[in-house]
């Protein structure tokens, strides 16, 4: 085991001002294992009192090897990594990994699959948006808020474990559709959600956007504009808080995105009030595309008929030679990729999520890299905290909605 | 305890010493508020109400290592977070006791590779596994049965 490193202040010299080095600021230490740093980020912070003076985030302390992996896996068992990464959307993960291996081997996807995909990248979204609401109203002292939305996000869950049987790490989506298709109560559990959490988004306003304590804590604090935004590459509620409707579904739609109503909700301030609003109105504007999704399920196959790619039917296995040579081959060796690149981009809740596969020829990727949005979300975050008080830091992490398995990987 | 049928109603009920002790740390035990991944969600989801794992006098979660008697480990350790989880360890006071929680806490779970500590037993002594990837809310509720369990059946020669 590795032994614990004491950090001395020769080697922060370079990172915090003069001032730390005589003594007149206070350097002091803010994680990793911090409630409020929303995982295991580490923070130094330089502090002149309570004013935060510069803030150094450390990060690592969730690197889990999982690009390194993936490369050592065959397509179809690199996928459940993805899971992993951010733990609060995995089917995103998983839609973005399969957006881009289809799009390296050419398979296509039936359309019954591809407006399921749709509704449950919305549910997952809806589901992170609720934990992020629960959160970071509870750094900020609104305790019941947690309770609320835990209960609200059950039920999705409910819904993920009906499809798939697993609450959480899904891996529904597969490449080339899904794994299996809906059961007949997926419907009616969906409407009935819905309608619940329109309801209930209602109830969270009310408790939360007019409270003068709340809005207290969240006007005017970490503003960043849309300039900002574009030189750190920030995205995603982030820097639609600022005015700008950056949004990967609308400027290079995935999955049919483009027949969908929707509306890319913007805010004009670039503080943390403004980031909760963009968001709690993004679930709005997400519940609006599920109830389109619904209305125009069409029936049909979910998987593609590309024997090379995808397995065949269970049915087939006990009639056809072939099915069982395919089935085999699949599960064994994997199918082979071309020895090219692709680089596919998805709308997180966080923002732009993007990976990239290089193939090799054969069954595994050559090199897989994710570019995440907690990674270029956080580096604003010394941007944004500099002159707050050291309470304001801990809404200011919670605003920009970091999770740290998407940041370190 | 069955000398209060002949004492009647004066009030007085007699144990051991063992069994009053053992039946307060059980009921009363505080959790580290402290979570690595995936499994920290769900942990929160056995926090919030539809699970509430303050039925078992486990509501009050301690963001401080010096207030707290159990740890449970949610989540996968790296190489770099396994120094700071022993130093957490040791920051508790005794008794205390480690639930490792999922998969990665306790073999490594998927991640057979350079990164992840290949079971959290390798840093601190772990008292109870709990299996899943996630686990759900009902495993850890359960894992936290088991907890009590042994801790209930201590002997004063174990105290520490």
Known sequence: MTETQEINLEELRHLVSERALTGETMLLNMGPQHPSTHGVLRLLLELDGEIVV????????????????????????????????????????????????????????????????????????????LVWLGTSALDLAAMSLFLYTFREREMILDIKELISGSRMMTTYIRPGGLWRDVPVEFEAAVRRYCDVQEARLDEYEALLTNNALFRDRTIGIGVINTQQCYEWGVTGPVIRATGEPFDVRKIQPYSGYEEYDFEIPTEKGGDIFSRYMVRVREMRQSIRIIRQALDKLPFGPVRSNNRKFIPPPRSELGTSMEAVIHHFKLWTEGFHAPAESVYM????????????????????????????????????????????????????????????????? | MGVEQ????????????????????????????????????????????????????????????????????????SRKMAPVLRRLYDQMPDPKWVIAMGDCASTGGIFNNYAVVQGVDEIVPVNVYVAGCPPRPEALVHGILILQEKVRSEHLSQWR
């Open chain 2, 6 to 77: 002949k004492l009647g109603n004066m009030g007085i009920a007699t144990t051991t010493l063992e069994q009053a002790v053992n039946w307060a740390r059980t009921n009363s035990m505080w959790p580290m508020l402290f979570g690595l991944a995936c499994c920290a969600i769900e942990m929160m989801a056995a926090e919030a109400a539809n699970y509430d794992m303050s039925r078992f006098g486990m509501e009050l979660m301690r963001a401080s290592p010096r207030q707290s008697d159990l740890m449970i480990v949610a989540g996968r350790v």
């Open chain 1, 54 to 129: 510069n803030c150094i985030p450390d990060i690592g302390y969730l690197h889990t090897g999982v690009e390194k992996n993936m490369e050592s896996k065959i397509f179809q068992k690199a996928e459940p990594m993805t899971d992993r990464l951010d733990y609060l959307n995995p089917i995103g993960n998983n839609l973005t990994f399969c957006l881009a291996v289809e799009k390296l081997c050419g398979i296509d996807v039936p359309p019954r699959a591809q407006v399921l995909r749709v509704m449950l990248a919305e549910l997952e979204r809806l589901s992170s948006h």
């Open chain 1, 345 to 409: 981009m998805n709308e997180s809740p966080r923002g732009l999520l993007g990976v990239y596969i290089e193939g090799n020829g054969g069954p595994t990727g050559h090199r897989i890299h994710y570019h995440t949005p907690s990674f270029v979300n956080l580096q604003i975050l010394p941007l944004l905290s500099k002159g707050h008080f050291v309470a304001d830091l801990v809404g200011i992490i919670g605003s920009i909605d970091i999770i740290l398995g998407d940041c370190d990987r």
